[in-house]
C-alpha cells in the first residue's frame, strides 16, 4: 500500500521483556532498522509520527507469530488488546518513503510501474546479533537503469530513516541470492534490459529475527500492510562532497558496483596523479589508465584474501638477479592488508624462495609486517595446474584469493619470453606466475592488478599497444598478459605505496564503510589508527632498502648496491614520494 510523500514504517510488537534487547538489535543494525519510534507497554499510539493513530486497527494486515511461527494474518489486532497491554510496539523505517525520492530524480520505479510489491529476499548476510535476536539480513530489490545508478544512490543515501543508500548492485548471488524470480517476500519483478539489480536494506529483518528468537507471542505488519505515519518525505540535501556518493564497476563477471564518497575518490585520483610523474623519463605518461587505482583499490577493499607477486630478475648476471624495486610495493600491500584483516599471500619463483623468506622475516622484525605473510611458489605441471593453485581442489567455483596482485613481476611477452628492459632474454630465472593470471580471466570472482613502470610487467598487456608505441624496445619486451586493472607508476614501488594509502582511504570512508558492512553492525572507523601505523613511512622503507642491500639486491637500472631504486637516490626521490603520499592520504 502506497502513500506517495508520507513516510511509512515497518511495526514490530513485542512481549516488553523483549523490547531493550531489540532496540539493541536496532541500533546495532540501523540500515535494515532504524527506529522511529518505541512506545511505552500498551500504548497504541505514537504521537510523535501520527496525531490519531491507534496500531490495533491502522495497518491493512497483521501477521500474528507463535513461538517462531506465523500462525495467521488479521484485519485487526483489538481481540489481543490484553496481551498488548504488555507489549511494545517498535515503529523502524520504510523503503516505500524513498519511492517518491527516486520517482523525483527521474528514475522508474518498476514495482510501481509494474503495480506490485517490492521483492524481498533473505540474504546470507548475517546482522549483528543481540542477545535473542540473530539473523541474516533482509534487502529489498528494485531494478534501476544502469545510466542512473549514481542517481538512485544519491537519492535516497541521505534518507536514513527510509534505510539509506543501496547496501549492494549487482550480481545478486553476492548476497547468496540465487533465483530474483522467486523473492522470499511480496512479488517478483521483470528487469528491463539495461536495468542493474540495485538492493537496499529492509525492515523485514526484523520479522526473521523475531522468527529466529521464537517468542511466544509477536505481530508484525504483513510485508507490504505498512503504518502510514503523517510525515511528510523532505527533499534531500548534502552538507559537502564528503557524503556525495559515486558508483563505480569494479567487475564484470559476476557483475559488481561499489559505492565511495566524492572526497575519498578524489583524494585516490590524487595519489594516481603523484605516482604518474616520471622522473626516469621512459615515456610512461603514454601508458596512463585513469581511475584505475582507484577501481582497483575498491575491488582489492571487497576482496577477502589476496595474492601478492613480485620479483624481476633483470640482473641475470649477478647472484641474486633480484632488482629493489618491487619487493618494497608488495610488503607495502601486504601490511595494509594485514591491518584490515584479509587474508594475504605472497607468490615468487622457487628459486628465490630463501632470498624472500629473509625479507619477509626481517620486514617482521622492522615493524613493516605484524607477522610472516606466508610464502608459496607456483610450478607448471600440467594444462590444470593453474586453477588446482588458484582453486580448492581445482574447483573454479571455490578459489582461494579473490584478487591477485602482480607488481614489477616480469611478464611473458607475446613470443613467450621474458624480457628486460635493455630486451636481454630471462626466462630461465623466471617461474610462469603469468599462468596463475590468465586462469583467473576465466574464473568468476576472481579479479586481478598489475603494477608496473615500463610496460614489460605482469599484467602491462592491458596497454602492450601503447608500450609498443611509446617505449624502447616496446615491440619485443612489452607484457603479454592483461590484468582486469592496470596502475603505471614512474616507479613501481610507488604504486604499492599508492595502493596501501589508496586502501586506507576507502576504510576510513564512511559511505564506503557503510556499503563493505552492507549497513549491518558498526561502523570500523575505531581501527584507523592500526590502518594509519601500517601505511608506509620514510623510516620503514629506508630500513627496508638498507636490509635489500644487505642481501645483495640491486637497483634495477644501474646495478648499484646503494639506497636508490631504479638508479634514482631514496633521498629526496623516494623518500619525497612517500612523504607525499601520506601528506594526501591524511589531509
Known sequence: MRHVGYKQANVLILHKSLADDFEKFCHANEGPLPLLYRSKPGDWKCPSLSSDSDIRTDCLQYRVYEHGACTGSLKSLKEYSEQLKNMVTFYLGCSFSFEKAVQNAGIPVRNVEQKCNVSMYKTAVPCYSVSAFCCNLVVTMRPIPES???????ATCELKEAHGAPIHVGDPGLLGIQDLSKPDYGDPVHLHPGDIPVFWACGVTGIEAIINCRTPLAFT???GCMFITDLKNDNVTFRSSREVPQVHCISQD????????AEAAQKIKTLETLIGRDPG??????????DELLKACLSISHAQSVLITTGFPTHFTYEPPEENDGPPGALAIAAILQALQKEVAI??????????RKIIEEAVQLGILKRPVPLLSYQSKSADSALMFLCENGNPRRPRFDHLIAIERAGMAADGNYYNARKVNIKHLVDPIDELFLAAQSLPGVTTTGVGDGGNELG????KDAVKKHIKNGDVIACDVAADFTIVAGVSNWGGYAI??????LSTCEVHDRYLRKAVGFPRLSNKMVWLSALPSVTKEEKLLKTLVQHGVRSGKTASLEMEVDGLPFY??????????????QQ
Do not use: F, W
Open 221 to 223: 505488519h504483513s510485508p
Open 254 to 261: 559476476p557483475l559488481h558496483y561499489s559505492i565511495v564518497s
Open 148 to 154: 542512473k545508478l549514481e542517481a538512485a544512490v544519491l
Open 347 to 356: 607468490v615468487t619463483d622457487q628459486r628465490a624462495m630463501n632470498l624472500n
Open 281 to 290: 623519463d621512459r615515456g610512461i605518461i603514454h601508458l596512463h589508465c585513469p
Open 460 to 463: 602491462m598487456g592491458k596497454i
Open 572 to 585: 629526496n626521490t623516494h623518500s619525497l614520494m612517500i612523504e607525499k603520499l601520506r601528506e594526501t592520504t
Open 500 to 505: 596501501a594509502c589508496a586502501l586506507y582511504i
